[in-house]
Every structure is written in structure tokens, then in C-alpha cells.
């Protein structure tokens, strides 16, 4: 804990800046930096908080205070300050990323107790893709856009600079993948109850079973563990997690840095499965594939033309996508046989194939509108930033 004097010195250097005035601002860099940082730390709970939320689903009954929850809460309460300090000081943020942190803070609260009203009428909604949680996604989606487009366009050039915007589009992967984990924990789950291992504690079966008006078998299990089509997690993680690892290579403009952001993003899922098991909570599948997919993105970028990039990048990224999700499906019977002595990391959600060519054309159509706003932008004349190291407030 920081000692009353640390406090009153932190408050004599904040307190001059909390004044009134409007997006856009001139920014001196320290507040700049600890505005932004502070988005890292939110959105670092809120990561871990989800990555744990998703484990503690596939065990336990859900309760409105579960640690998960409060964990996220923390980073929820850290991003609501933020959002008010740049909406009411001006500082860090220029009018358009100011109004997509509005919108996404918003967003996100509202679903907050919407959430719970559907969890109250509907028991546990036994999928990750319900409106209620979509509005959550969505909400987050909206908040880290503004907070990248504030650090885009006021950080000083540099490399804190890249590796700052690098985290961002990190999380932002993070959250649009977020409702593919049920698909990577509900398989493994599976997994786990054909080899008599079965990772959820019997008051959740018996509560599922009972909303299903089923016994609890197998095919309660495969309802409770993949309620979603098998083509969703495949054609949703070419079209939109593929999507963000274009953005990141367009937005750092550096060779590696969608396979950097996807490693980055998987890195932590990978460190977190251990954890996660040793303390007996479900794992899950973790999606390598999206790094392999990144390092396509990647080399199409070395092509120049900036839309036969997207028709050759969007067929590479999703020929490779596929194929490694059908890498990690043939390892799914080793995975199985491992399961009991939770052993299994690899693995993939079931892959329908034919799905492909549709993954493969929407992220074309992404790609393309990705090349059209970069060729906006290169044409635009340079805006200024709008952080300078020696404003005053």
C-alpha cells in the first residue's frame, strides 16, 4: 500500500488538472502516459477476470459475486473513472475516441443488469452467445476502440509507442474471441465425461439437466458444453479474430506485428491453462491457430498492391486458419486420452469445413474496407498530436 505521503503527492499532481473542458485538449505527456496506463491495468483485470469467469462457468452454478465477477468488476470500476476523467477534463482523447469510450462504457452498463435480469428468468443461459452477454462484448468492443484511437493518435512516436498499441489491439483480440471459449472449455468438457473425469461438480449437471428437462447423459452434456452450430467458431474467428490481426498490422505498420499481437493474446491463454488446472478448474482448448493465421497476415503485407494484398491475404489467412484447425483436430483423440490426468492443451472445437469459403469471403470484405479507410488516411494531410511534454493545465 502507498503511504499517506505518496497519496498526498499523487493528489497535489493530479488535482490541477481536474478542470472542465473538451476532447481534444492539449495533453501534457506524464498525465497522457498515466491516463493510459491506467486503461492497460483496467483492462488487465478485466482479462483475467474473464479468462477465469468462462472456467468458473464449466464448475459452478453461477453466482452474481463469484470471484471471476469481482475481478472484472475492479477493472470495470478503474475504466468507468477513466471514461469520466477524459469526458469531463478533455484530456487524452480527441472527440471521436472520446464518443467510442462513452458508447462502449454505456453500452457495457446497461447490459450489466440486463444480464442479470436474463440470468434471473432464464436459469443459467447456457451459451456465451446470448444477447445479454453480446451487449457486454459489444460494449468492451466499443471501449477499446476509443481508447486505441486516443493512444494512436496522441502518443508520441516511439517505441512505448508500438508496444502500447500492441497491448491494446492484444485485449481488443481478446475480446472478440472471448465468446469462442465456450466452444474451446465445452469441448475438453466433453472430453472429460466420455473418459469419466467430468470437470463440472454434480449441483451444475443436475441444475442443467433440470432447464433442459433432461437426465443428465451425454447429450445433456454436448447441449450444455457446444449449443452453437459447428460452423460458428470457425467462420466467427476468420472473419472477426482474423480481422483485428489485419487492423494490427495496419494500424503498427511493422512486418511481425499481427503474429506478435496473436501470439501475444494466446501467450497469456497458455499460461493461464496451468494455473487454471492445477487449482482444479476446467481447461480448454487454446487457439494456436490464430497465430499462424497472424504470420499469413503478415506476409501478405509485403505484397504492395494494396487489394490484391486483401484477395491474396484473406484466401492465405483463411486456408491457414483452417488448416491448423485441423491440425489441432487431429490431436483431439490424444487429447481425450490425456484428459483424465488434465494433460490435453491442444485441440480444437469441432470444425466444419465447408464453412471456408464463406469465412473466407467475409474476411475479404473486412480486408478490403481495412485497405480502403488506410488509403483515407495515407491521403489525409498528418494531424498533429495533440500531447505536448511541456503544456501546463
Known amino acids: 500500500m502507498k503511504s499517506p505521503a505518496s497519496l498526498k503527492r499523487a493528489a497535489a499532481w493530479a488535482l490541477p488538472y481536474w478542470t472542465r473542458g473538451q476532447a481534444g485538449r492539449e495533453t501534457p505527456q506524464d498525465l497522457f502516459r498515466v491516463l493510459y496506463f491506467g486503461w492497460l491495468a483496467a483492462f488487465t483485470l478485466k482479462l483475467l477476470g474473464s479468462a477465469w469467469d468462462v472456467s468458473w462457468h464449466f464448475k459452478w452454478l453461477r453466482d452474481d459475486l463469484a470471484p471471476p465477477h469481482l475481478l472484472n468488476s475492479a477493472g470495470t470500476a478503474i475504466a468507468v473513472a477513466l471514461t469520466v476523467i477524459h469526458g469531463y477534463t478533455g484530456y487524452g482523447v480527441d472527440k471521436a475516441a472520446l464518443r467510442l469510450i462513452q458508447w462502449g462504457t454505456g453500452?457495457?452498463?446497461?447490459?450489466?443488469p440486463l444480464d442479470l435480469i436474463n440470468h434471473r428468468v432464464n436459469g443459467l443461459d447456457i451459451t456465451s452467445w446470448s444477447p445479454s452477454h453480446i451487449m457486454l462484448y459489444l460494449g468492451t468492443f466499443f471501449m477499446i476502440a476509443g481508447v486505441i484511437r486516443g493512444w494512436f493518435m496522441g502518443a508520441p512516436p516511439g517505441r512505448e509507442r508500438t508496444v502500447v498499441l500492441g497491448a491494446f489491439l492484444a485485449f481488443f483480440l481478446e475480446n472478440v474471441h472471448?465468446?469462442?471459449?465456450?466452444?474451446?472449455?465445452?469441448?475438453?468438457?466433453?472430453?472429460?465425461?466420455?473418459?469419466?473425469?467430468?470437470?463440472?461438480?454434480?449441483?451444475?449437471?443436475?441444475?442443467a439437466a433440470d432447464q433442459m428437462k433432461r437426465p443428465v447423459d451425454r447429450a445433456m452434456m454436448e447441449a450444455f458444453s457446444l449449443p452453437v452450430p459447428d460452423f460458428l467458431y470457425p467462420v466467427y474467428a476468420v472473419v472477426v479474430g482474423v480481422s483485428v490481426l489485419v487492423a494490427a498490422r495496419a494500424l503498427i505498420?511493422?512486418?511481425?506485428?499481427?503474429?506478435?499481437?496473436?501470439?501475444?493474446?494466446?501467450?497469456?491463454?497458455?499460461?493461464?491453462?496451468?494455473?487454471?488446472?492445477?487449482?482444479?478448474?476446467?481447461?480448454?482448448?487454446?487457439?494456436?491457430?490464430?497465430?499462424?493465421?497472424?504470420?499469413?497476415?503478415?506476409?501478405a503485407f509485403l505484397v504492395r498492391l494494396p487489394y490484391v494484398r486483401a484477395v491474396l491475404g484473406a484466401a492465405g489467412a483463411t486456408a491457414a486458419a483452417y488448416g491448423a484447425l485441423v491440425a489441432q483436430n487431429a490431436v483431439m483423440g490424444g487429447v481425450y486420452s490425456a484428459i483424465k490426468d488434465q494433460k490435453g492443451l491442444l485441440g480444437?472445437?469441432?470444425?466444419?469445413?465447408?464453412?471456408?469459403?464463406?469465412?473466407?469471403?467475409?474476411?475479404?470484405?473486412?480486408?478490403?474496407?481495412?485497405?480502403?479507410l488506410a488509403g483515407r488516411r495515407r491521403a489525409a494531410q498528418p494531424i498533429e498530436a495533440r500531447v505536448i511534454a511541456t503544456a501546463t493545465p
Open 107 to 112: 453500452i457495457f452498463l446497461v447490459a450489466v
Open 178 to 207: 472471448f465468446p469462442e471459449q465456450h466452444q474451446e472449455y465445452g469441448i475438453l468438457s466433453i472430453g472429460a465425461w466420455d473418459n469419466h473425469a467430468t470437470y463440472a461438480e454434480p449441483i451444475l449437471l443436475q441444475f
Open 253 to 299: 505498420g511493422r512486418f511481425g506485428a499481427a503474429t506478435l499481437v496473436a501470439a501475444a493474446y494466446v501467450g497469456v491463454r497458455t499460461v493461464l491453462w496451468p494455473l487454471l488446472t492445477f487449482t482444479a478448474f476446467p481447461p480448454s482448448a487454446v487457439p494456436f491457430f490464430l497465430v499462424v493465421a497472424g504470420l499469413v497476415v503478415d506476409l
Open 348 to 372: 480444437a472445437p469441432p470444425l466444419a469445413t465447408s464453412s471456408a469459403l464463406w469465412a473466407g469471403l467475409g474476411l475479404l470484405v473486412v480486408w478490403l474496407a481495412v485497405e480502403w
